[in-house]
């Protein structure tokens, strides 16, 4: 570990001490996680204190943990993650926070902290269903008018649950509950005979 990411990671369990509830190094990046109610304070102590000074968001997502790794995933289900800048020190943070309801998952925005937040909060809401209050204005940003579900959830079938096609009679396009038909798809392995044999080819 290099002695700059060092420096940040003890500037930062300086700055906030036990509200981060984990720290993680591993490739070169810091991740930090707190939670949604400590999230708009630990955001602007982030952006203002003088030994931070993450001035910059840079990307911010949504996340669905509901099978992480292809095992059963046990904590909360949804997060969303950012991934900030200081331009004045020259170091990145990401910074994860999971929404407490997964049955409703609201975290709050941070468009007033960091502006660019505003079109990646929206898309993280279109594609996971996250409400992220005190937003200014959260609208679908990708799908559909009328579109209904988060296509980036892990439970949204693939064929997802509606289709549309132009009728000439109606003279519009309409709306149908999708036709395809779900279907196993089981791997063909075809090899030529003496296939891999020694001094074969």
């Given amino acids: 570990m290099s002695a700059k990411l060092e420096r940040l990671s003890q500037t930062l369990r300086d700055v906030f001490g036990n509200r981060i509830q984990s720290?993680?190094?591993?490739?070169?990046?810091?991740?930090?996680?707190?939670?949604?109610?400590?999230?708009?304070?630990?955001?602007?102590q982030l952006r203002d204190h003088a030994d931070l000074r993450f001035e910059q968001l840079i990307d911010l997502s949504g996340l669905d943990y509901s099978a992480y790794?292809?095992?059963?995933?046990?904590?909360?289900r949804f997060a969303s993650v950012a991934h900030l800048t200081?331009?004045?020190?020259?170091?990145?943070?990401r910074v994860r926070v999971f929404a407490d309801d997964d049955a409703f998952p609201v975290i709050d925005s941070v468009v007033d902290v960091w502006?660019?937040?505003n079109w990646y909060e929206r898309e993280s809401f279109d594609?996971?269903?996250?409400?992220?209050?005190?937003?200014?204005?959260?609208?679908r940003i990708?799908?559909?008018?009328?579109?209904?579900g988060h296509p980036f959830r892990k439970d949204f079938p693939v064929s997802g649950y509606v289709e549309m096609r132009y009728d000439p009679e109606q003279g519009r396009v309409v709306y149908q509950?999708?036709?395809?038909?779900?279907?196993?798809?089981?791997?063909?392995?075809?090899?030529?005979?003496?296939?891999?044999?020694?001094?074969h080819g």
């Fill in 23 to 44: 720290l993680v190094l591993d490739r070169g990046e810091v991740t930090i996680e707190v939670s949604a109610a400590e999230y708009p304070r630990v955001a602007r």
């Fill in 69 to 76: 790794g292809n095992a059963i995933w046990e904590g909360k």
């Fill in 86 to 93: 200081s331009v004045k020190h020259n170091w990145r943070l």
């Fill in 115 to 117: 502006p660019s937040a």
């Fill in 127 to 139: 594609l996971y269903g996250i409400l992220y209050s005190g937003h200014p204005d959260l609208r």
């Fill in 142 to 148: 990708l799908t559909d008018y009328g579109f209904v």
């Fill in 177 to 199: 509950p999708v036709s395809i038909e779900p279907r196993e798809i089981t791997p063909r392995i075809v090899r030529e005979e003496k296939y891999g044999d020694v001094g």
